[in-house]
């Protein structure tokens, strides 16, 4: 992949946190890139580290973060090392984050229409006459395709369906002109049938839009849906990339594979299984592969030594010493 063509560029980051007395290495070493216009995938567990890489990528980590190393690039500038104002610029305009919860994003105490024009006065786009600003939150309503946008904007969240103040939040995104959005577990919270929309939603708007996108989820069927390029990331490392067809097809880490005989088969064959094992301990990580404990193909490199990136087909990168024997 050509440097020019990057929008963001993920180098060697690695992220801890102090609990309790404690360091927890909960980030280590993980790179990714993705292009202009690109769709990206994030895929894991729950607690693996995904939505702590998208709070990286805005450098709004909490206080007790600790980024131990690796830099972020956004348009070949480093989001670690801007100056106040131009980080500042850079959420307002550069990349903006669709949260999991619409409920907990959206303030009660202001009206939809209120907070999509903040939303738009904070992005540089406010210095227009009310009518104009009032026109511009319509639009932005409409183009996630709510109905009546009047009535919406005078509404409150609580007066909104969840899928109707996720549509709302993704709005809130948009309005702004954003270059790369990030987007965790859009549809978690929702049922499936709306899930299903607000996917679609989201794929169709990145389309017409020509934006990038990181999507963040633990459904392999969301992630092989809306995306081209997967990082498949178990617990804070990401073990193995590449085209989403092909990861699916022919996946050639472990973990990846346990991962999807966890998923249930519409057929009913079988039984979908767990995998056995737990995570790693944060504070204690394994010295070598963070998944050798759980690992069926572990030998003792696998416990002493990290495995190299390696590529084991066109544009497809596995982190294992033993791939070419995964089935």
């Not at 131009?86 to 105490?109: C, H, T, W, Y």
């Not at 939303?119 to 009310?130: N, P």
């Amino acid at each position: 992949m050509e440097k020019n063509n990057l929008i963001l560029d993920i180098r060697n980051l690695s992220i801890s946190f102090r609990v309790y007395g404690k360091i927890t290495k909960v980030i280590d070493q993980i790179s990714f890139s993705v292009a202009k216009g690109q769709r990206v995938g994030l895929v894991g567990e729950s607690g693996c580290g995904k939505t702590t890489t998208l709070r990286a990528i805005l450098n709004v980590l909490p206080s007790n973060a600790i980024v131990a190393s690796g830099e972020v690039f956004f348009n070949g500038r480093d989001v670690f090392k801007m100056p106040a104002a131009e980080l500042e610029q850079f959420r307002r305009k550069g990349a903006g984050m669709i949260f999991q919860d619409p409920s907990s994003a959206l303030n009660p105490v202001f009206t939809i229409g209120d907070q999509l024009k903040t939303a738009l006065k904070y992005a540089g786009q406010g210095k227009m006459d009310k009518g104009a600003l009032y026109q511009q939150v319509k639009q932005a309503l409409g183009d996630v395709y709510l109905a009546d946008p009047e009535r919406i904007m005078d509404s409150y969240p609580f007066q909104l369906s969840g899928g109707m103040k996720q549509r709302v939040c993704i709005a809130v995104t948009l309005a702004a002109g954003r270059e790369l959005l990030l987007a965790d577990e859009p549809g978690t919270s929702l049922d499936v049938t709306i899930q299903d929309q607000i996917l679609r939603l989201i794929n169709q708007l990145v389309l017409d839009r020509h934006l990038s996108v990181i999507m963040v989820s633990h459904s392999l069927g969301v992630i092989r849906e809306v995306t081209s390029f997967v990082n498949i990331m178990y617990a804070g490392t990401i073990v193995e990339s590449g085209d989403t067809g092909m990861v699916f097809r022919q996946p050639k880490h472990p973990y990846t594979v346990a991962l999807m005989n966890c998923v249930p088969k519409l057929t009913g064959e079988g039984i979908a299984e767990g995998v056995p094992g737990r995570i790693p301990d944060y504070a204690h990580p394994p010295l070598g592969c963070r998944f050798s404990p759980r690992c069926p193909y572990a030998q003792e490199i696998c416990h002493q030594e990290r495995p190299p990136r390696s590529e084991v087909g066109p544009n497809h990168w596995v982190s294992c010493y033993f791939a070419n024997e995964v089935m």
